[in-house]
C-alpha cells in the first residue's frame, strides 16, 4: 500500500521560512518524480515544483529563488524549502509520485495535503 505523507505546514508571517516534508512508502521511491503542487481557495490546483529521479528540479515561475525542492532516496522522503514567503504561497500543498514509463505501475500518487497560511 503507497502512502504519502506531508508535514511541516503551519501559520508563517510574510517573509518567514517554512520546511515540508513528504514521507513516502510502499513504492520504489528512487525511480519516481516527485512533486509539490498548491491549491488555495477557489483556484485550481497548480505546479510548485518537481525533482527527477535523477536530481533535477523544475521550479514554477512564481516561486523561483525563494522556494527549493529535493529529495533524500535513503528515507524516501522529498522536501520543500520555503523562503520570503508572500501571503499568495497560501494554499494546500500536496506531494504526488509519478512512476516513469517503463515501470510496472502506471499510477500518480498523491498526499493528503498539508495547510500552509501566510498572514500577519
Known amino acids: 500500500q503507497v502512502q504519502l505523507v506531508e508535514n511541516g505546514g503551519g501559520l508563517v508571517q510574510p517573509g518567514g521560512s517554512l520546511r515540508l516534508s513528504c514521507a513516502a512508502s510502499g513504492l520504489f521511491f528512487s525511480i519516481y518524480t516527485m512533486g509539490w503542487y498548491r491549491q488555495a481557495p477557489g483556484r485550481q490546483r497548480e505546479l510548485v515544483a518537481t525533482?527527477?529521479?535523477?536530481?533535477?528540479?523544475d521550479d514554477s515561475d512564481s516561486v523561483k529563488g525563494r522556494f527549493t525542492i529535493s529529495r533524500s532516496d535513503d528515507k524516501e522522503t522529498v522536501y520543500l524549502q520555503m523562503n520570503s514567503l508572500k501571503p499568495e504561497d497560501t494554499a494546500v500543498y500536496s506531494c504526488n509520485a509519478k512512476p516513469p514509463y517503463w515501470w510496472n505501475d502506471d499510477t500518480t500518487y498523491w498526499g493528503q495535503g498539508t495547510q500552509v497560511t501566510v498572514s500577519s
Open positions: 525533482i527527477n529521479s535523477g536530481g533535477i528540479t
